[in-house]
Every structure is written in C-alpha cells, then in structure tokens.
C-alpha cells in the first residue's frame, strides 16, 4: 500500500500542499479551523513525517551509532557486548531514534567508518568502546564535528564524554577482597590489548603487596586465533603447575577461565581444591556449572542506558560530560573456596 503523502492531505482537504505543511508543522498562516481538519485527516491516511524528508529540514536523522572493532566470532560469544547492546536498546525506548550497528576488524575500518557516517549524515552521534592508551578516535571525532560519547574512561583526553569505570580502583577493591580471603599469591591471565583498561588493571596489579598478595604473575594472551590461544593457555597452566601452583588464578574473560579450567582438569587438578579461580567476567556459562566460579559482578546494559543518556545531554548542552559509575565488586562463589556462595563484598 502506497504511503499517504502531504499532497495527499491536501486533496482531501482542498487546501495547497503550503497550507498542509504549515499545520503539520505547527507553524503559522492557517487558522485554527483549517490547521484542525488538516491534523484530523492526517491521522485518518495513517500520514507520518518521513525521516528522509525530516533529515533534510532539521539535520537530524534519528539514529545514534555504535562501532565494535572486533572479530565478528568475538562479538558473537562475548556477552559484554551483547548485554551492551541491549542497554542501550533499552535507553532509546519510548524514542523515534534507532540504533546503527557496525562490527569492524581494525581501528583503521573503525575510523573509515566514522569518516563516512560524518560524510553521509548516517547518524547523530556515535558511541564508541574501548579506548586505547594512543587514541586517534577523539582527534578525528573534534576535527569532523561527529558528536560521540566513549563507553570507557576517556578522562584523561580532555574534551571527551564518557561513561567511565575506574579499572585501577576495580583491581584494587578485588586485590583487597581476595587477600581477605587469604590469597597471598596469584596470576593474572589476560589478552594483550591496546585499551586503557588494560593498562590500569596491570598498574593496579603493582600495588598488590599492600594487599598482603606477596606474588604476582601475569601471563598474556596475545594470539587472536582460538586453538593458539588455547595452547598458550595450556602452557600457562604446566608452567604454573612446575612453579608450584598460586593461590589464585585471576582471568580476564569467560574463554580464558573456561580453557584454563580445562587445562587444570586434564592434570587431575580441582578448583577450588588445588587452586582458587576467578574470573573478571560474569557469564551464566561461569555462574551455573560447578564449582561456580567467583567474578567480577559488572552490568553493561546499565553502561549501554547511559551512554544513551550521555547522548541526549550532550546534544541539550553543547558541552562534554563525563559520568562515572560505581566500580562493580566481587561476588565470592565456591571456585574460591571457604566461603558461602554468592556473598558479595561489599
């Protein structure tokens, strides 16, 4: 079925296609009688501005950006990013504007892709993840005009919009929360990554003697393909074992827990009989199987929303702004041993 148009309107009514806009848009040169009929009728053709036509006539399109540079496999199992979506889907409820998702494979597509959008008018503004210690994005996004908000801690580029979450003070609470529990020695298992998060998670880690935590390891990931990631991981866990076993492995994500947990039991070894493990990340996969296993207890929907909202303020000001949230704690579960599950540190 063909969609009604203004002319449309203006036929039915017998009135210019002028007058039709002017009512529809509120504007003066009809009078109230006339602007009535033509609001009526409009509602009668199931008539709605069109967004193309909207665009044109206000610079805005209705639709906020979101750019994930990472291997579609990734962004596929990894529920941060899942549940990151959802939340912002859940901040643009209730308005006209959408979501433009884009999944690139390097910071180079990333900023090709926000070149173009600027270009194109595609979108109003952009959330962006993950940034990194030398970040060109904020440069490109102040030199194209693109308004965009970061979801990660951007506070040290001045200028930035950020919905920011401390990773230092998030590794110092856990490094306090675990050496209460009697941890004195671990490792930190995690992928090699430009991103400031993983920068302040290791500067944390050197403050750990403070703690009571007397030795660190830290191991990384650098393989992006899965089955040389997991014999690095396996190697891990026989130099660990030679070494003499930490009181507590600490992994960044679900597949390193899960491959290191693989790699424990194909040596005979339990968790938490013969070593404590952690992971960074919360996933039902971790939560649900036995023993279930103690993580960081963070929310990326409650990220996503206001990122959203960080849009929205931006856009009513004209001026950056950064919101920080509450840095997430540690839920103890049984994979640390001694203690009840689901008792969270607080």
Not at 174 to 185: M, T, Y
Not at 235 to 253: F, H, K, M, S, T
Not at 287 to 304: K, Y
């Amino acid at each position: 079925m063909r969609r009604p148009t203004i002319s449309d309107i203006a036929r039915e009514c017998g009135v210019s296609a002028t007058a039709v806009s002017f009512a529809l848009n509120g504007r003066t040169g009809v009078s109230d009688a006339r602007r009535a009929q033509i609001l009526a009728k409009a509602e009668e053709l199931g008539w709605t501005p069109s967004a193309a036509a909207r665009a044109l006539s206000t610079s805005h399109v209705g639709a906020i950006g979101l750019i994930i540079t990472a291997p579609p496999t990734t962004v596929s199992r990894d529920g941060f990013y899942m549940h990151l979506v959802a939340g912002i889907e859940k901040g643009l409820t209730g308005s006209p504007d959408a979501l433009v998702l884009k999944v690139v494979g390097s910071l180079e597509e990333e900023l090709a892709a926000l070149r173009t959008w600027r270009a194109e008018s595609r979108v109003d503004a952009v959330l962006l993840v993950n940034p990194h210690v030398e970040d060109p994005r904020p440069a490109l996004l102040a030199r194209i005009g693109l308004p965009a908000v970061f979801l990660g801690d951007t506070r040290e580029h001045p200028g930035t919009s950020c919905v920011a979450v401390d990773d230092h003070e998030t590794m110092d609470h856990l490094l306090r929360d675990v050496a209460d529990q009697g941890v004195r020695s671990m490792a930190w298992v995690h992928t090699v990554s430009p991103f400031l998060h993983g920068r302040e998670r290791l500067r944390a880690l050197e403050g750990a003697a403070r703690h009571g935590i007397e030795a660190v390891q830290v191991l990384p990931v650098a393989e992006d393909d899965e089955d040389a990631a997991a014999a690095t991981l396996d190697g891990y866990v026989e130099q660990l074992v030679r070494a003499g076993l930490p009181d507590l492995i600490l992994c960044e994500d679900e597949l390193i827990t899960l491959t290191v947990l693989g790699a424990l039991d194909r040596r005979g070894l339990s968790v938490p009989g013969d070593v404590a493990l952690a992971s960074w990340e919360s996933a039902p996969g971790l939560r649900l199987r036995p023993p279930a296993i103690a993580s960081i207890e963070r929310d990326p929907m409650v990220m996503g929303a206001a990122g959203v909202e960080l849009v929205r303020e931006t856009a009513r000001t004209g001026r950056p702004a950064v919101r920080v949230l509450p840095s997430p704690r540690l839920v103890v579960r049984a994979s640390l041993g001694g203690v009840r599950e689901g008792y969270s540190i607080a």
